[in-house]
């Protein structure tokens, strides 16, 4: 691997800094932090020059709170937009409060609007109102504008800055077009073509009219078959569009169809891994799961999950505590009830987090439901019969007791189903109420996995007569 | 919504067919059913007819396994290799073992070579040699060239048609010989300028190369940094360069540093997809957690998993039956004690999916891999302590003895911070040892979490001399 990537012509220069898997060195973050403590700027700013915006970004991130402030002094003309705009959230916040607003505006201002959106945003309303008004006019309104669509919706997402044109222009018209206009963008993949009320009507890659002669009109090389994105659609829904149909860009339109904007593919990206990974933080209740969150924030959202949990594991002792005579005649069932919810708890996990994931993917819809509820069943009554049979046989061997190794065995069986059934349906059903399923299954799962476990073990227990209530 | 929506010229002849998630309406996939069900293939072939490949994809997912080969024979016209690249894995197999294969040859060879490989490396031995003999000489040699790499290798993801230039050619002449060759691939994004030897020195933008006057050379307006890709890397590791440096496309090189093929982005969002979700499966045991997958096959994954929950249920089983004499001198012992493993379990779940999450993004790093550690028990202290109140409280008060309720409050702290540690460190431990920290850390967590619940709360009760053994 070391062999390949030194043909890279930037990688050796690169090879101090970077492991080889793109990640800072600890050895390199350190000599930053020691040069930090000399107090010698220049020093610093000579190591972290060479990085890319990306790993400035990354260094911001790996060092502690209290020393991003030296060295966003000691880089000043490096933390350029672009290393702010790959900022981590809260990473950025804190070192947006010790920048004056001329900067972060004068930063801002660099930047396509999603992205300075993605900046301003996050600050408090009295700071966000200072760089608003160190902003450029023109600049201004477009982030203002942004600011009004709904947070995480297409409005805030998309760019404003695109190349529309008419369809009756040609090829060689939209070359010297784009050829005499230095102002327009240059982050764009596709050419946006719009009738005389701005709506659109095709698009065409670059790549189809670079190949064409430049006599021909766009409308006889454009696609018609459109995405359109509303400005209101909900960045996760734009994420899936992207995803079915390849796209590379998206034409957004306003409630009355005009063009207001493109959606490009780089931005989709870490939508996309933002709302895969998040459903695992939902699911475990993490919150927002971010390493960098303040440590009292992210106590006030997993506290809560802890408290509902709480809730959930009481309802669990209370059923234990109706067999508390029966645990008193015979104390081995103390010792295997949590085998049969633990298992049954494991099982119901692995249902849910395969049904969550359908779901999130658009792929478990009414019209599979029936037969995925199916489909589970029989994989819960696979895992019962395997599991059973050996935590039987065991059980009865090791406590002598062959009527107890029956008693587990049927309560782990009559478990992992209700957990299969329980792992489908508790998320089917909140999607259905139009809940984030990730976020409320496993409370609910995990109380009928433990409940049913207990339940089932211990009222059999005293059902076969082995032990007295 | 459904206002803007209808706007989009290709959506209102959709309503019929899709929701407003663009998802195939229920009614319209029982409307194909009892098409099929029908016998008439002309009017299976109507309906599905105006619906996009990707829809298409989608219908053949939604109805049951023993549907498909009816629906594809219904279709044939309309099953083109733009619907097969979209297929579940698992479906497309299905579908092709009915196909001969010189239609699978000829629906391969209309495809770029990574999507091309993609349906040919799924098929057993005996079925991807009678494709590949199907196959014209020049897609074969492609495609038999990508299926040497190593599977989720970048030399797997490439595809080998792109645009490489010398570095001397000007724009125009770039854009005659664009014109003139007909052949070219139109899927590209960017031109790579190559040395004579082949070796990439710089890419452009096709927005840069539409912009600049006929007669400058490409030499100077590319761009000199690139991110190489080696042909050995993991696609895992490729869709993080993607997401880091925002690429669009990248070039991939052999050892010797020749430009060989190039990656597009929109075949890395369904590997950012993929790779984010499947940490949510591997946690919970899931397998590969896709609901195609056959019955046995998930069976299997599955129950390795709960026979390894198996033995961790039974280790803390173990740390119980140690207690036995205490349990039965106090039967509330058997009542509380599932419920400071149980909310030890979610404490360390929760920082096991951060953890899990910041390693997958490279975020937790050597270099701050004590100051998180430090990070996460501040949040467990807190956790505890609120946690420990509550319940110490409600367990005096119902059980009407405060030392059993210090006992449960000590017993509970001790075990959430034991859980936070290990949340993240087994994570850590794992990924240092080259082991993917998703797939192990949850069995080795829920044992600590389990035993150290039983144990702490077992042994104080002895310990406070509130109960004998």
Known sequence: M?????????????????????????????????????????????????????????????????????????????????????????????????????????????????????????????????????????????IEDALSYPEESAGRLMQRDLVAVPQHMTVGQLIDYLREHADLTTEFWEIFVVDPGHHPVGTCQLSWIMRTPRDVELGDVMKREQTLIPTDMDQEEVALRFQKYALISAAVVDESGRLVGQITVDDIIHIVQEEAGEDILRLSGAGEGDINQPIVESYSSRVRWLVANLGTAVVASAIIALFGGAIENMVALAVLMPIVASIGGNAGTQTMAVAVRALAMNQLTQSNTARIILRELRVAALNGLTIAVLIGIATALIFANPMLGWVIALAMIINIIIAGLAGVLVPVVLDRLEQDPAVASSVFVTMITDSMGFFAFLGLAVASGMVQL
């Open 2 to 142: 070391a062999d390949q990537l030194d043909l890279a012509p930037d990688s050796q220069k690169d090879e101090n800094r970077l492991d080889k898997e793109n990640r800072l060195k600890p050895g390199f973050v350190r000599r930053v932090l020691a040069s930090l403590e000399d107090g010698v700027e220049e020093s610093t700013y000579d190591l972290v020059e060479p990085l890319h915006p990306a790993d400035i970004a990354d260094l911001f991130e790996l060092i502690d709170n209290e020393n991003r402030p030296a060295l966003a002094e000691a880089i000043t003309d490096l933390l350029g937009a672009d290393v702010l705009s790959e900022l981590n959230d809260y990473v950025r916040e804190d070192i947006i409060e010790f920048l004056p607003a001329e900067q972060v505006a004068e930063l801002a201002g660099q930047l396509e609007t999603d992205d300075a959106v993605a900046i301003i945003e996050d600050l408090d309303a009295a700071d966000q109102q200072a760089v608003l008004e160190e902003l450029e006019p023109e600049d201004r309104a477009a």
